[in-house]
């Protein structure tokens, strides 16, 4: 009974099945995702300079490993299925938690597995021709198919979600490892190209500001393994490992990436119209066509461990919601023989193939960035709201710098926040107005649970 006793969550369904390679693996895999793929580009475009390129994403990298640092706090303290919604609820209350899980439904986990599946699909159908019509039935219907196909797996329970999670996370940290050693050793770049573009003093600061929700959306997923907290082995001590190991990894190898694109890609190359696809056409001018077309299928076959992330890591925030009665009841179900909240699983899959067909790509990475970095203050803020108000809380790891470390990243993403509603105002609003708009759904929700009840 002991051992039952043991692999059983606080809520007594969960599995506590995950070991430290499964939870790291999961945070590298979120966080190595359709950012990296496009926001160099849609920087080069805009910024024009690769040394203020570089400063923003060691600036993003050093925000990533603060807030790595404050949801390890959080993560070891709390170790419970659900992520930030169960940080928010401790700390501010169930309307906040609530808030942030309704945002996470559409805009936290739905919209991103949408995104990773559709780039998926665009570099796997690119060189066979494919994928000229980004907007066509073929990438989008090619995409769903991918969503439908790492969800089964994952249905059936931890061993299947381990193995899929982690050998797809190994397959994309050896592509890009060994795209940036064949780079310098065999690749037909210049170092040169660093110093081209305009003058660091022709950029601007909101041009800057704006362009640093880039590189922040691609570290997203460094609380990843939070969100799985309640399934796995040993929560103090495993978790902040594999969020600070995680973190530091892809800080690690995003530097080194962007090294490579300045050093294949002249910054007269990129445009607009070609921002989604710099990793390609690196490789094309590194290496040549054949190469290019090669890289472009494994890429989307890495692409496979996003998907596989978002659909292990989202729906946990779904069953502390239906748990505590601020979701639909299904949400609870976990599977008698796999421990997964299947239905939660499900309901994600459903809505990102929804969003896939229904969005238009740039205006939703805005809109995810901005609501995001948005929630990513609250949740931070906890830090602080929990040790005044639970100072009882037994604390296996404490944030190193403290209060600086959390000053450090919520400043500068206020600071992001207020450039951002300037220089993209719509996105902005249909991002707040989307959050806004769960306020009532919340006040209703509560009105009916209390009816039923």
């Known amino acids: 009974m002991a051992k039952q006793a043991m692999d059983i969550t606080p809520d007594e369904e969960l599995k506590r099945g995950f070991g430290l390679s499964t939870a790291t693996y999961v ?5 190595v995702g359709t950012g990296i793929l496009v926001s160099p580009g849609y920087m080069m475009a805009s910024l024009q ?39 928010l609820r401790e700390a501010y209350g169930p309307m906040p938690a609530f808030l942030s899980g309704w945002t996470s439904f559409f805009v936290g986990f739905s919209a991103p597995l949408a995104v990773a599946g559709y780039i998926a699909a665009l570099y796997l159908l690119t060189p066979f021709g494919l994928a000229e019509d980004k907007t066509g039935p073929v990438i989008k219907v090619t995409a769903a198919a991918i969503i439908l196909v790492i969800t089964l797996p994952n249905l059936v329970g931890h061993r299947q979600s381990a193995w899929t999670q982690n050998l797809t996370t190994l397959l994309k940290l050896g592509l890009f490892v060994v795209l940036v050693v064949l780079a310098f050793l065999f690749g037909d770049g210049r170092l040169a190209h660093i110093a081209q573009g305009q003058s660091i003093g022709k950029v601007q600061l909101g041009t800057a500001a704006t362009q640093l929700f880039y590189v922040m959306f691609a570290y997203s997923g460094w609380n990843a393994a939070s969100y799985m907290a309640g399934e796995v082995k040993n929560p103090a001590r495993i978790l902040p490992r594999s969020l600070l190991m995680g973190a530091g990894l892809v800080v690690v190898l995003y530097l080194a990436l962007n090294l490579v694109f300045a050093y294949s890609v002249p910054l007269a190359d990129v445009g607009f119209d070609n ?30 461990a996003t998907v596989s992330a978002f659909v292990i890591t989202g729906p946990r925030v779904y069953y502390a919601m239906a748990k505590d009665g601020l979701f639909p009841s299904a949400a609870a179900y976990v599977s008698p023989k796999g421990r997964v909240p299947i239905y939660a699983m499900l309901s994600q899959s459903v809505c990102a193939i929804i969003i896939l067909f229904v969005t238009d ?42 209060p600086v470390v959390p000053a450090i990243f919520m ?17 902005s609003i249909y991002s707040i107005g989307s ?17 039923g009840s």
């Not at 945070?27 to 966080?31: D, P, Q």
């Not at 805005?366 to 803020?381: E, H, P, R």
């Open 27 to 31: 945070v590298i895999a979120s966080m």
């Open 49 to 87: 300079n690769y040394p203020v390129i570089f400063g923003l994403w060691a600036l993003g990298g050093l925000l990533a490993l603060c807030g790595a640092l404050c949801v390890a706090e959080l993560a070891a303290a709390l170790p419970r299925a659900g992520g930030e919604y169960v940080y």
């Open 275 to 304: 921002a989604e696809q710099i990793p390609q056409l690196a490789v094309r001018n590194l290496f040549g066509p054949r190469a290019s077309s090669i890289f472009s299928v494994l890429l989307g076959l890495t692409f496979l």
């Open 361 to 402: 790509f740039q205006n939703l990475y805005k809109y995810a960035a901005v609501g995001l970095s948005l929630f990513a203050i609250l949740f931070i803020g906890a830090v602080y709201v929990l040790r005044w108000r639970r100072p009882d809380i037994e604390r296996p790891f404490r944030v190193p710098g403290y």
């Open 411 to 427: 400043a500068v993403t206020l600071f992001m926040a207020v450039f951002a509603f300037k220089q993209w105002p719509k996105p």
């Open 435 to 451: 959050i806004l708009a769960g306020i009532p759904v919340y006040y209703i929700w509560s009105i009916v649970r209390r009816r």
